[in-house]
C-alpha cells in the first residue's frame, strides 16, 4: 500500500509562516507555501524578502529570567528553525538578540528553497483554501481579500490597532564628539549608541515633538487604538512633559565615560546591519510627516546632521478575536484542519510570532498524523501565551506579549513572590524542567 502523502498550505512566508513550513518539512509533510509579495505588499515590507522585520531588528533579551529570553530558551528546546537561525546572525547589543535582518531572511530563504518538502508559491490567496489542511500565517497586515474571507468565516470582528516603525539612521553621520557608545548599567557589551541632551536640550526637542504635524490618518484608520508597547512617541509625549524621560529616553544607568555623567535624557541608537553601518532609534516608533522627523532628528544633541536612512511610519494591524476561534494548541475550533499563526493571533511581536508558527506547525502535523496535539501548560511563558489568546473572558481581547503576569502563579510564599529577581529565576527554572521532563 502506498502511503497517503500529506500536504498543508501554508498562506504567509512572514516570521511565523516560515517557521510553521519548517516544522511541517521536518515531519515528512508537503507543504505550499504562499507569499503574495513582491506582487503584491503590505505597506510597511519594504523588500521581498521572506521572514523580513519589518520594524526593529531585536528579538528581546537572551536572559532566561526574561519573559522573552524564557521563551527562545523555549523555543531553542522546542527545536525552533528561524531562532538558531537568528542566533548565527547576531549583532552586537547588550543582552538582547539583534540581528542583521538581511542576513536573517537570506538563511531562511536558503533554508526554504533547498526544502524539497516546501513549495514557494509567489501569489496573493484571497480566500482561505477549504479542500486542503491550512495555516494561516498572514499577519498583521493581511491583504483585504483574505481578512474578509477570514472575517466572513471567523464569523468575529476583526479588530485593528496601530504600530509603528522608528526611523534608521547612518552611523558615519553621528556626531561621536558629543554621541557616545554604553550599555544601560554597564551590562553585555558597550553597543548601543548614545545622544545625551541636558535639560535645556530636552526641552526645545519636546516642544518641537508636540507641535509636529502627523501623517493624516485615513478613515478606517480614525479612533485608532495603539498597542501600549509600540506607542509612537508623539503618543507618549502628549501625556506629559516628563513621560519619554521616564520611558525610551530614560537616562539612568547610562554614563558617559568621558565626563562621568548621568544626563538628564538619553536617545538611545541600535546597531541595525551586520556591517553597523545603520542605527535605528529605540523607541522612536513615529507617525510624524517626514519633514517634521528630520527636524526633530536633526535636534538630537550629536544627530544635527544624521543622514535618515529610513523614517518612521505606521501601520494597520489585523488580529482576530482568537478566544472564539482558536484553543490554545492553535487549532481553529470550527474547522479542525484549519490552524491560525503568528501575529493574527495576538501573540503580539517577532519572537512570539515565530513561537507560535512552531507550535501551529508541530500541531498541524500531530493532527494529519493522528496523534494528540500539544497543548503547552501555563508554566511555560509559551503555554502561558496560548492559553492567554484561547481562554480570555473579558470583553475586549487585544494582543500579549510575552510577560510573567500571564504565566502560572508560583506555589511560594508571599516573600519570595515579592523578590523580582527571585521569582522571576524560579519562573524560569519551573518552565524549563517542564520542558526537560516532558519534550526532550
Ligand atoms: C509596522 C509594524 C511594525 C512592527 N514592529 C515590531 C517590532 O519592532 N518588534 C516586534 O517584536 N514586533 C513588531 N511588529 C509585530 C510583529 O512581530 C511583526 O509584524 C511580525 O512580522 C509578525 O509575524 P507574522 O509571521 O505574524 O507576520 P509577517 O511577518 O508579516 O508575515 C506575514 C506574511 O504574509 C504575507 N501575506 C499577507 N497576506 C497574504 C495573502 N493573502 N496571501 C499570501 N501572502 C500573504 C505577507 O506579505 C507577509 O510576508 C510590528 C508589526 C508591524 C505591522
Not at 522612536?284 to 532628528?297: A, C, H, P, R, Y
Request: proline share 3%; glycine share 6%; with cysteine.
Amino acid at each position: 500500500m502506498v502511503d497517503k502523502v500529506l500536504k498543508v498550505a501554508v498562506i504567509g512566508a512572514g516570521l511565523a509562516g516560515c517557521e510553521a513550513a519548517l516544522q511541517l518539512a521536518k515531519r515528512n509533510i508537503q507543504v505550499d507555501l504562499y507569499e503574495m509579495r513582491p506582487e503584491k505588499t503590505t505597506g510597511a515590507h519594504a523588500t521581498e524578502n521572506l521572514a523580513e522585520f519589518v520594524c526593529s531588528n531585536s528579538l528581546g533579551s537572551n536572559d532566561v529570567t526574561n519573559a522573552s529570553g524564557l521563551l527562545k530558551k523555549e523555543m531553542s528546546m522546542m527545536g525552533s528553525f528561524l531562532i538558531e537561525i537568528a542566533k548565527s546572525v547576531a549583532l552586537p547589543a547588550g543582552n538582547a538578540l539583534a540581528i542583521d535582518r538581511n542576513l536573517f531572511s537570506k538563511k531562511v530563504e536558503e533554508l526554504i528553497l533547498n526544502n524539497e518538502k516546501i513549495n514557494l508559491i509567489r501569489q496573493e490567496l484571497k480566500k482561505i483554501p477549504e479542500n486542503i489542511p491550512v495555516i494561516v500565517a498572514s499577519g498583521p497586515l493581511t491583504s483585504d481579500d483574505l481578512a474578509d474571507d477570514i472575517k466572513a468565516f471567523t464569523g468575529s470582528e476583526h479588530l485593528h490597532f496601530f504600530d509603528a516603525i522608528a526611523p534608521i539612521v547612518e552611523k558615519d553621520s553621528i556626531d561621536f564628539e558629543k554621541a557616545f557608545y554604553a550599555s544601560r548599567y554597564d551590562k553585555g557589551e558597550a553597543s548601543y549608541i548614545n545622544c545625551p541632551m541636558n535639560k535645556q536640550e530636552y526641552e526645545k526637542f519636546y516642544e518641537i515633538l508636540i507641535n509636529a504635524p502627523r501623517i493624516e490618518q485615513k478613515d478606517f484608520e480614525k479612533g485608532a487604538k495603539f498597542f501600549e508597547s509600540c506607542l509612537p512617541i508623539e503618543v507618549l509625549a502628549s501625556r506629559g512633559v516628563d513621560t519619554l524621560r521616564f520611558g525610551p529616553m530614560k537616562p539612568v544607568g547610562l554614563v558617559d565615560k568621558r565626563t562621568g555623567v548621568e544626563n538628564y535624557a538619553v536617545v538611545q541608537l541600535r546597531q541595525d546591519n551586520k556591517s553597523a553601518t545603520m542605527y535605528n532609534l529605540v523607541g522612536f516608533q513615529t507617525n510624524l510627516k517626514w519633514g517634521s522627523q528630520k527636524e526633530l532628528l536633526h535636534s538630537i544633541p550629536g544627530l544635527e546632521n544624521a543622514n535618515i536612512l529610513r523614517y518612521g511610519v505606521m501601520h494597520r494591524n489585523t488580529f482576530i478575536n482568537s478566544p472564539a476561534v482558536l484553543d490554545a494548541t492553535l487549532q481553529c475550533r470550527k474547522r479542525r484542519d484549519l490552524f491560525f499563526a503568528g501575529q493574527i493571533t495576538g501573540t503580539e511581536g517577532y519572537t512570539e510570532s515565530i513561537a507560535s508558527g512552531l507550535l501551529a506547525g508541530i500541531n498541524m502535523a500531530k493532527f494529519l498524523t493522528n496523534e494528540k496535539l500539544l497543548e503547552l501548560p501555563k508554566v511555560s511563558m509559551l503555554g502561558a501565551l496560548t492559553h492567554y489568546i484561547s481562554d480570555f473572558e473579558q470583553k475586549h481581547f487585544q494582543p500579549i506579549n510575552s510577560n510573567w503576569g500571564i504565566v502560572e502563579e508560583l506555589l511560594v510564599d508571599k516573600k519570595i513572590r515579592k523578590n523580582k529577581k527571585l521569582k522571576n529565576e524560579m519562573l524560569s527554572k519551573r518552565s524549563i524542567e517542564w520542558f526537560e521532563n516532558n519534550l526532550i
